[in-house]
């Protein structure tokens, strides 16, 4: 089996154009593809997971991967599949996060010898003239045709900027640079990418008289991705500073019994054959795949020895008896207490467990938290300063545990 049998198989490739052809460039490592990553945070993020997984995946069998980093696209906001128009940054800020994303992709990609290469499309764009890009892009797009675009429908009902509406020719402008400068033939996105993508494929075929052979695939890669790594405290952080190995972990221990299977085939590289053999376990047994799924993830971000620390930790949990020094704790001092004591609510605070003191009082309502295994049963719970000579877990719902100490 090719490798891009192998994306089919695992769910990967939801549109593809010129599939032959595509199938033959992938398997015979002739591709020279690119994914773009808007540097928005100063950190990659499981959202982003799937698309160093498949990177990763297309370079083991030959393909050069090129990662792009878009400093100049996220001067402005990109409106694919979203209703609101993000944020400005300054140009200091997106250098740094760009530094920030080229440490963390090195963990999936390997950039000696050429074998890939990082380029940031602020090189290009920030340097354009508006006339030239007038003539020689926009001359190649039809605005009608644009607004059928599902993109921009979504956009306009709430209002469409100028900005925004460009977005779509600086994308196809990245597509018709790299394959002018590195023979880039290949693109990947997410299927909320389709139009852009499309439109940098006609972009290189006008301007090339048609005899460009750049061809796009389009994957589960913001339908199925961007569903991942959302969680109560916000986004799972691949930088172990914003979330620690631990809480990764335990992220994908405590996935859906449905999700399970799909990210095994989605984001590792365990054999489908012993796939197969997981997905043949149901109930309390597919607690079994989730620990395989956790760790694996958690070993390719973190490393091995990180990894058996979170698993050790969480089966303190899950099982009982075993060291738990390596969940999140926080260390409480004596300001911390008014008249030697303090609320759940306040260590919950205290601890970024929740964003604020109602949505923690909302959450003791439902009996969704409890201290040391046992639920708390008003807003008002308080514990005293000799309650923490051992530590003290609190659990907020069923996925997120914290340890207290004095």
Same mark, same amino acid.
């Given at each position: 089996?090719g490798?891009?049998?192998?994306?089919?198989?695992? *769910?990967?490739?939801?549109?593809?154009?010129?599939?032959d052809?595509?199938?033959?460039?992938?398997?015979?490592?002739?591709?020279?593809?690119?994914?773009?990553?808007d540097?928005?945070?100063?950190?990659?993020?499981?959202?982003?997971?799937? =698309?160093?997984?498949?990177?990763?995946?297309?370079?083991?069998? +030959?393909?050069? #991967?090129? =990662?792009?980093?878009?400093?100049?696209?996220?001067?402005?906001?990109? #409106?694919?599949?979203?209703? /609101?128009?993000? &944020?400005?940054?300054?140009?200091?800020?997106?250098?740094?996060?760009?530094?920030?994303?080229?440490?963390?992709?090195?963990?999936?990609? /390997?950039?000696?010898?050429?074998?890939?290469?990082?380029?940031?499309?602020?090189? %290009?764009? @920030?340097?354009?003239?508006y006339? /030239?890009?007038?003539?020689?892009?926009?001359?190649c797009?039809?605005v009608?045709?644009? @607004?059928t675009?599902?993109?921009?429908?979504q956009?306009?009902?709430? +209002?469409?900027?100028?900005?925004?509406?460009?977005?779509?020719i600086?994308?196809?402008?990245?597509?018709?640079?790299?394959?002018?400068?590195?023979?880039?033939?290949?693109?990947?996105?997410?299927?909320?990418? %389709?139009?852009?993508?499309?439109?940098?494929?006609?972009?290189?075929?006008?301007?090339?008289?048609?005899?460009?052979?750049?061809m796009?695939?389009?994957?589960?890669?913001?339908?199925?991705?961007?569903?991942?790594?959302?969680?109560?405290?916000?986004?799972? %952080?691949?930088?172990?500073? &914003?979330?620690?190995?631990?809480?990764?972990?335990q992220? %994908?221990?405590?996935?859906?019994?449905?999700?399970?299977?799909?990210?095994?085939?989605?984001?590792?590289?365990?054999?489908?054959?012993?796939?197969?053999?997981?997905?043949?376990l149901? *109930? =309390?047994?597919?607690?079994?795949?989730?620990?395989?799924?956790?760790?694996?993830?958690?070993k390719?971000?973190?490393?091995?020895?990180? =990894?058996?620390?979170?698993?050790?930790?969480?089966?303190?949990?899950?099982? +009982? *008896?075993?060291?738990?020094?390596?969940?999140?704790?926080?260390?409480?001092? /004596?300001?911390?207490?008014?008249?030697?004591?303090?609320?759940?609510?306040?260590?919950m605070?205290?601890?970024?467990?929740?964003?604020?003191?109602?949505e923690?009082?909302?959450?003791?309502d439902?009996?969704?938290?409890?201290?040391?295994?046992?639920?708390?049963?008003?807003? @008002?719970?308080? @514990? &005293?300063?000799?309650?923490?000579?051992?530590?003290?877990?609190?659990?907020? +719902?069923?996925?997120m545990?914290?340890?207290?100490?004095?």
């Amino acid at each position: 089996m090719g490798v891009y049998e192998d994306l089919k198989e695992r *769910g990967l490739i939801a549109q593809v154009t010129n599939e032959d052809e595509v199938r033959e460039l992938v398997n015979n490592g002739k591709a020279v593809f690119y994914i773009g990553f808007d540097p928005t945070a100063d950190s990659l993020h499981v959202g982003h997971f799937m =698309a160093l997984c498949l990177m990763k995946r297309l370079q083991m069998a +030959g393909n050069k #991967p090129i =990662a792009l980093i878009g400093g100049g696209t996220a001067m402005i906001g990109d #409106p694919s599949g979203k209703t /609101d128009m993000r &944020k400005m940054m300054t140009a200091e800020t997106i250098a740094h996060n760009c530094e920030c994303f080229k440490k963390q992709m090195s963990k999936f990609i /390997d950039f000696s010898d050429d074998k890939a290469i990082m380029v940031n499309n602020a090189d %290009w764009l @920030l340097n354009l003239n508006y006339i /030239d890009v007038l003539r020689e892009v926009g001359a190649c797009f039809s605005v009608n045709r644009m @607004l059928t675009f599902e993109c921009y429908k979504q956009r306009m009902e709430r +209002g469409l900027s100028f900005l925004e509406f460009n977005y779509m020719i600086m994308q196809s402008y990245d597509f018709y640079t790299l394959y002018q400068k590195y023979g880039c033939n290949l693109q990947f996105g997410g299927d909320d990418q %389709w139009s852009n993508m499309i439109g940098g494929m006609e972009l290189i075929r006008r301007k090339l008289s048609g005899n460009a052979n750049a061809m796009t695939i389009t994957l589960l890669l913001n339908s199925e991705g961007k569903k991942m790594g959302k969680t109560e405290k916000g986004a799972v %952080w691949l930088d172990p500073e &914003k979330t620690s190995p631990y809480e990764f972990y335990q992220y %994908w221990r405590n996935v859906n019994d449905a999700d399970v299977i799909k990210c095994m085939k989605l984001l590792t590289f365990i054999p489908m054959s012993e796939i197969a053999e997981y997905e043949k376990l149901e *109930g =309390a047994e597919l607690n079994k795949a989730k620990e395989v799924l956790a760790f694996e993830l958690t070993k390719m971000i973190h490393g091995e020895e990180e =990894a058996a620390k979170a698993q050790t930790a969480a089966r303190a949990l899950f099982a +009982g *008896g075993a060291d738990n020094s390596d969940m999140p704790t926080t260390q409480l001092t /004596d300001d911390d207490f008014t008249d030697g004591e303090i609320t759940v609510l306040d260590m919950m605070l205290k601890a970024n467990m929740i964003k604020s003191k109602g949505e923690g009082r909302r959450l003791i309502d439902q009996g969704g938290v409890s201290v040391n295994d046992k639920k708390v049963n008003g807003a @008002l719970t308080a @514990l &005293k300063a000799e309650d923490f000579e051992n530590d003290v877990i609190v659990k907020k +719902g069923k996925k997120m545990f914290h340890k207290f100490s004095k």
